[in-house]
């Protein structure tokens, strides 16, 4: 909790209520005695109870205000580069466990399993402007593709940084503690950026020439 800022007591406290009991269940009341403030600072921070979790839901998404930002590229950074920039901001923003939060993860579950209005905002504020960025980048990489085909590349490179966030207790389930402990955002960022570099032909295929081979050979 940060006691020096009420907003933000607030808007932790509204999220890990929200994230434990659902929209409806959850009162404003429990709310502001969890973040030791009073309904009327509710009223003037975000309104209403909606407001509230709206703000709460762009949290559970991008965290405090996007610890890693998109870096501001100089005229003339090429492409490539800036790809690979956007995917490990896309990384570190989303698996960094020094800075997420367990409510965070359940927060965005229970919004993607019941979309609310908070859905459509959450898009609008945080989602479409990276969107957008990534669309020029793979744009100027990939001028000759129709514009569908360059949408779909992009939701399967954020799909990657996305699942690692979402999917982290299967994961871990799966490959193991002590395996899962090295999936770092740094070495996940730069598996994904290998992976989708190798698959729209910026680098040669991972599995070497003979799988460039049996391409061919298709």
């Not at 190798?198 to 049996?214: D, F, H, S, Y």
């Given at each position: 909790m940060h006691a020096?800022d ?9 999220a890990?209520e929200?994230a434990?009991?659902?929209f ?10 969890r973040?030791?403030?009073n ?5 003037y ?5 909606e ?17 890693f930002?998109l870096?501001?590229?100089p005229?003339g ?6 790809l690979?920039?956007f ?14 939060r367990?409510w965070q ?13 908070a ?8 989602i ?5 960025v990534?669309a020029?980048?793979?744009?100027e ?10 949408t779909l590349?992009?939701?399967s ?10 999917a982290?207790p299967?994961?871990?389930?799966l490959v193991?503690?002590?395996?899962y402990?090295?999936?770092?955002a ?17 680098r040669?295929?991972?599995g070497?020439?003979r799988v ?7």
């Amino acid at each position: 909790m940060h006691a020096d800022d009420p907003r933000q007591r607030l808007l932790e406290a509204a999220a890990e209520e929200f994230a434990e009991k659902g929209f409806k269940a959850a009162t404003v009341k429990a709310i502001t005695d969890r973040a030791g403030a009073n309904i009327a600072a509710v009223n003037y921070y975000f309104r209403d109870k909606e407001g509230l979790y709206i703000e709460a839901v762009k949290a559970a998404c991008c965290g405090q205000s996007m610890e890693f930002p998109l870096p501001d590229w100089p005229a003339g950074t090429s492409p490539t580069v800036k790809l690979a920039d956007f995917i490990r901001a896309e990384v570190h923003h989303l698996v960094d466990n020094n800075r997420r939060r367990p409510w965070q993860r359940q927060l965005m579950m229970q919004e993607l399993a019941r979309p609310t209005p908070a859905c459509a905002e959450l898009v609008r504020d945080v989602i479409r402007p990276r969107a957008e960025v990534i669309a020029g980048i793979l744009e100027e990489l990939l001028p000759d593709l129709p514009k569908s085909k360059r949408t779909l590349i992009a939701h399967s490179i954020v799909g990657q940084c996305v699942f690692h966030r979402l999917a982290q207790p299967i994961v871990s389930l799966l490959v193991g503690e002590e395996e899962y402990r090295s999936y770092d955002a740094g070495r996940l960022a730069e598996h994904i950026i290998d992976f989708s570099f190798a698959a729209i032909g910026l680098r040669p295929p991972l599995g070497g020439k003979r799988v460039a081979n049996e391409r061919a050979s298709r």
